[in-house]
């Protein structure tokens, strides 16, 4: 059965401060990884997609790594800042299928003043 | 929000009772989708269509269908809604399939009493 999971299941940093956000995965065949980052009460925001072939991913302050041969992947977030306060998800698609997708659960994220 | 917005926001109903959530789309995505999102889990697909009256089930269909009569609007009725059918439900489109980022709508609030 496709799985991902993700750790830790919360985290909470003073600002200013980076964090580093995990994510394993048992899903095959492999298509891509993305992070998505999802505030309170809303609906959940891409922030990086990649496929085999890419090791490494940067959206602003936001960096994604993925090791396809360890299944895992990584999203470290620089200079914490208060809006960063919210829920990361990693999500793996398997090749072939519209429904091909396995969501972790999440990392809730408080970065405090 | 790329275009997305789902009515209603929020709703309470009784048990019992039938429910039709509208997830509506200005960007003409050929593939919609329906997720719940619950306390303890991941993003769980419901139904996903991938055309005009071309729709499929997902991980957690029972007691909900669809209808996609025109490309901008994927409804979601709960025939009797139950308790356990208590959750925020998410829209999400996309051009391509399962294989590319999706695009979430704000989400409808549920409680079922």
């Known amino acids: 059965k496709n799985q991902v999971e993700q750790s830790p299941q919360s985290l909470i940093i003073l600002e200013g401060k980076n964090c580093t956000l995990q994510?394993?995965?048992?899903?095959?065949?492999?298509?891509?990884l993305r992070w998505y980052k999802q505030d309170t009460g809303r609906g959940p925001v891409s922030l990086t997609i990649?496929?085999?072939?890419?090791n490494t991913k940067s959206n602003g302050r936001y960096t994604a790594t993925l090791d396809a041969d360890t299944k895992q992947s990584s999203l470290h977030i620089t200079a914490s800042q208060l809006s960063d306060s919210a829920s990361y998800i990693c999500?793996?698609?398997?090749?072939?299928?519209?429904?091909?997708?396995?969501f972790g659960k999440g990392t809730h994220l408080i970065i405090q003043p | 929000d790329a275009g997305i917005t789902q009515s209603p926001r929020h709703k309470v109903t009784e048990t019992g009772t039938p429910v039709t959530l509208r997830c509506h789309q200005t960007?003409?995505?050929?593939?919609m989708y329906w997720y719940r999102q619950d306390p303890g889990h991941g993003l769980r697909l419901i139904h996903y269509s991938y055309g005009v009256k071309d729709t499929d089930k997902g991980e957690v269909s029972d007691g909900y269908s669809v209808s996609r009569s025109k490309t901008e609007d994927f409804l979601l009725t709960l025939e009797s809604a139950t308790s356990s059918q208590t959750s925020v439900y998410f829209c999400a489109i996309n051009q391509a399939g399962a294989e590319e980022t999706q695009y979430f709508g704000p989400g409808t609030r549920l409680l079922v009493l």
């Open positions: 960007e003409n995505h050929r593939y």
């Open positions: 994510c394993n995965y048992t899903v095959s065949p492999f298509s891509n």
């Open positions: 999500v793996v698609s398997a090749r072939g299928g519209a429904d091909g997708l396995t």
């Open positions: 990649m496929t085999f072939s890419e």
